[in-house]
């Protein structure tokens, strides 16, 4: 609870100071101790590099008919008297001593106790006993490193000088070993300085590393959370219905990347939206035609300004099939949007089939105009819906009826190509132009700029053949015909149909759907 109180930048600007906190902390801990071990390890092998007099002096002690220096062994004391007088040291400063003045003798002293007359003694000072502290440090080791005279300190943090025979061979294994370990306790002296003054650079160059990993950690967190807070007024936007809001997008990254995938969502809402009044729009405007019709004469007919003659009785009966076809279309493309759409799979040559479509829609082809030809292979099995493709391709030949000029042509090919069978219907011109044959199969939509005739019908006709080419797991084209006009290319699979089968008899499909596919 304590933790959800935070803001997303203030929990990441925590969570990546913490990190690298800890990490500059952890690395200069350990980078501290090491330095402080190798500069003790670096002092030890220093100091004993000037043992170099006693390993020659134990050398030439040794005997190589009494090995090991047993007379070491005997008298440990004896072996420090021995190192004493064999390292090469200085005698610390404290240690020494300026030469004594030579002052005038007081009243009534004799030369003999004057310490400043020639012939009076001179004062020793006193060596210290231990002056290097090597006394608890310093061991003499045999040839298998065991221990002989010396220090037993058992510490790990020790230097090893090997002692060689003094015939000069270095090939020989050592007859023995000097073992100094480190003295206890801080360091002193200049030493102690030095080492100070490295752990107080590394210190601040830790504090220094701190305070950078913080600001680039509130820069970062800054950094990705300022596109998360567009995200975040745009969805909200669009939650309250807002689709034109749009995000400036300079990223390259992968929020940029998610960015634009939100402006592509934004988009695709509006347009969902603006397709959905156009819907609206259009089925009420294409219902209220058929409706007044219906209307105006049902109300002639009960002011009895009209009789029910067979005219006016066909006028009707046309009205309504009029008003059933468009019922049946919209339910056509409902179906197909939802993901419902009927389909009854059979194995049929599909020359066959548009071979009947074309012999039937003939003479009323004929009657506008348009000559039909019809090229082929040979058979193409296909897997279809029967009436849904009779329903496709009568649209196709409806919609060529109504727009293509006359006298005109209207060429039909079937071959296949790969695992598909491709079906081209095209006509004589006029051709729409590339805006307009983008939305040839969009619902409602008709391009009647770019054909002179005088045509009717919903609009829906290709937008049915679309839902149905798809359902059918193929697809369906518009781009301009070699004859000048519209050409419609659909394309089906010749195997297999990834399609929803439903119902097994016709009795599933309505009157209307019966009548669009007569």
């Known amino acids: 609870m304590f933790w959800s109180r935070f803001s997303l930048t203030t929990k990441m600007f925590i969570a990546i100071a913490l990190t690298t906190s800890t990490i ?46 047993p007379e070491f062994a005997a008298e440990p004391r004896s072996f420090l008297r021995f190192a004493g007088r064999n390292i090469r040291a200085r005698r610390p400063p404290h240690h020494r001593r300026p030469p004594p003045r030579h002052r005038p003798p007081p009243p009534g002293a004799t030369e003999a106790g004057n310490p400043g007359t020639p012939g009076a003694p001179r004062p020793r000072y006193g060596r210290p006993r ?48 000097l073992r100094l370990a ?29 305070a ?20 975040a007024e745009g969805a909200s936007k669009l939650a309250g219905g807002d689709y034109s809001a749009r995000l400036n997008n300079q990223r390259r990254d992968e929020l940029g990347t998610l960015i634009d995938h939100y402006n592509v969502l934004a988009e695709n809402l509006d347009a969902a939206e603006q397709s959905q009044r156009e819907w609206i729009s259009n089925t009420s405007h294409e219902l209220q035609t058929p409706l007044a019709i219906l209307r105006a004469e049902i109300e002639a007919l009960q002011d009895g300004v009209r009789q029910p003659t067979p005219a006016v009785l ?9 008003l059933s076809l468009l019922v049946g279309d919209l339910n056509t493309l409902a179906q197909a949007r939802e993901g419902q759409f009927a389909l009854m799979i059979d194995d049929c040559d599909l020359v066959e089939l548009v071979r009947e479509v074309v012999e039937l829609a003939r003479p009323r082809l004929a009657a506008a105009g348009l000559a039909v030809t019809l090229g082929q292979e040979g058979p193409v099995r296909v897997a279809c819906d029967r009436l ?67 045509h009717g019908g919903s609009g829906l006709g290709l937008s049915i053949c679309r839902a149905i080419a798809e359902a059918h797991g193929g697809d369906i084209e518009a781009a301009k015909s070699f004859l000048g006009g519209l050409g419609i290319t659909i394309t089906l699979p010749l195997q297999h149909c990834p399609a929803i089968e439903s119902g097994n008899n016709d009795e599933e499909r309505t009157d209307a759907e019966r009548a669009a596919t007569a």
């Open 130 to 177: 231990d002056p290097l502290n090597i006394s608890g440090r310093l061991s003499l080791l045999g040839p298998d490193k065991t221990h002989i005279a010396g220090a037993r300190n058992n510490t790990s943090n020790a230097a090893l000088l090997p002692i060689r025979a003094q015939d000069g061979n270095a090939s020989k294994p050592p007859i023995g070993w």
């Open 212 to 231: 950078l990993s913080a600001l680039a950690a509130l820069l970062l967190a800054r950094q990705f959370l300022a596109p998360l807070r567009q995200l």
């Open 388 to 454: 849904r493709l009779l329903q496709l391709l009568d649209n196709v030949l409806e919609n060529s009826r109504r727009y293509a000029e006359t006298p005109g042509e209207v060429s039909i090919r079937i071959f296949k190509s790969g695992e598909s069978a491709v079906l081209t219907i095209e006509d004589t011109g006029p051709a729409p132009s590339r805006e307009q044959m983008q939305r040839l199969f969009e619902r409602f939509y008709r391009a009647e700029a770019s054909r002179s005739r005088q």
């Open 314 to 322: 066909e006028g009707l009966h046309k009205a309504v099939m009029r």
């Open 24 to 69: 500059v902390v952890v690395m200069t801990v350990m980078v501290g101790f090491g330095m402080r071990a190798g500069f003790a390890r670096y002092l030890l092998q220093a100091e004993l590099n000037r043992f170099d007099k006693l390993e020659r002096a134990l050398a030439a002690a040794h005997d190589a008919k009494r090995p090991g220096w």
């Open 182 to 210: 480190a003295p206890r306790g801080s360091f002193q002296g200049a030493d102690s300085l030095f080492l100070s003054g490295q752990l107080k650079t590394l210190a601040l160059a830790a504090l220094l590393a701190l």
